[in-house]
């Protein structure tokens, strides 16, 4: 075996710890919460079937690897609730630590790439990186939408918050945000989320 495929089989193997981070959101049936993987291929999937309500004309492929690498880092430092105020003062410095680690882990071509590519979704700046940002947050509020605002409640996280939290989906989407919002409208009027 070559060098770079050993190299890059190792990398695929260090990865499958995705699977043992998990979050916040609950899958739709609410037996237990989904972990890193399982968000990250429903994210990948999402952009694929929702690509037509982006902004702007996007790079599906690249759209999909962004979904496919954007939680890597979460392997080193762990998943930072997005209502988590203390946990998300140093979340940009945990992550880019793990970034470095990680995407170092490969031939170091596809290691620049593969951290080039986490880089730029972080920041939101290009076409891809803001869809990509809108459906990495839709995706876990549709699955507080469908499971009555379960993990919401637990938190005590408000319409106002989510709102405020969830604003950055507009900036990839407005079809998706405009949606989001009246579906989020629903759950307060229904009581399954609080206003304030």
Same mark, same amino acid.
């Given at each position: 075996? *070559?060098? =770079?495929?050993?190299? %890059?089989?190792?990398?695929?193997?260090?990865?499958?710890? #995705? &699977?043992?981070?998990?979050? %916040?959101?609950?899958?739709?049936?609410?037996?237990?919460?989904?972990?890193?993987?399982?968000?990250?291929?429903?994210?990948?999937? +999402?952009?694929?079937?929702?690509?037509? +309500?982006?902004?702007?004309?996007?790079?599906?492929?690249? @759209?999909?690897?962004? !979904?496919?690498?954007?939680?890597? @880092? /979460?392997?080193?430092?762990?998943?930072?609730? #997005? +209502?988590?105020?203390?946990?998300?003062?140093? &979340?940009?410095?945990?992550?880019?630590?793990?970034?470095?680690?990680?995407?170092?882990?490969?031939?170091?071509?596809?290691?620049?790439?593969?951290?080039?590519?986490?880089?730029?979704?972080? $920041?939101?700046?290009?076409?891809?990186? &803001?869809?990509?940002?809108?459906?990495? =947050? #839709? %995706?876990?509020? #549709?699955?507080?939408?469908?499971?009555?605002? =379960?993990?919401?409640?637990?938190?005590?996280? *408000?319409?106002?918050?989510?709102? /405020?939290?969830?604003?950055?989906?507009?900036?990839? *989407?407005?079809?998706?945000? $405009?949606? !989001? @919002?009246?579906?989020?409208?629903?759950? @307060?009027?229904?009581?399954?989320? !609080? $206003?304030?």
């Amino acid at each position: 075996m *070559s060098g =770079r495929l050993h190299t %890059q089989i190792g990398f695929l193997l260090e990865i499958d710890k #995705l &699977k043992q981070i998990f979050r %916040q959101t609950y899958l739709l049936d609410e037996t237990r919460k989904e972990n890193d993987a399982e968000h990250s291929w429903h994210f990948a999937m +999402y952009a694929v079937l929702l690509a037509e +309500y982006a902004n702007e004309k996007v790079d599906l492929l690249k @759209v999909v690897k962004m !979904a496919l690498i954007h939680d890597l @880092v /979460e392997i080193d430092a762990g998943d930072t609730f #997005l +209502y988590d105020e203390v946990g998300n003062a140093d &979340k940009a410095e945990r992550e880019e630590k793990a970034a470095e680690r990680i995407f170092g882990l490969l031939p170091p071509d596809v290691g620049e790439e593969l951290h080039a590519l986490w880089v730029e979704f972080e $920041a939101k700046e290009t076409a891809e990186a &803001k869809f990509a940002g809108a459906i990495d =947050r #839709l %995706q876990p509020f #549709l699955h507080n939408i469908h499971t009555d605002g =379960r993990a919401w409640g637990e938190h005590g996280i *408000s319409a106002k918050q989510i709102r /405020e939290r969830n604003g950055v989906i507009e900036n990839g *989407s407005e079809d998706l945000w $405009a949606y !989001a @919002v009246s579906l989020l409208d629903e759950a @307060v009027a229904k009581g399954q989320v !609080a $206003a304030e």
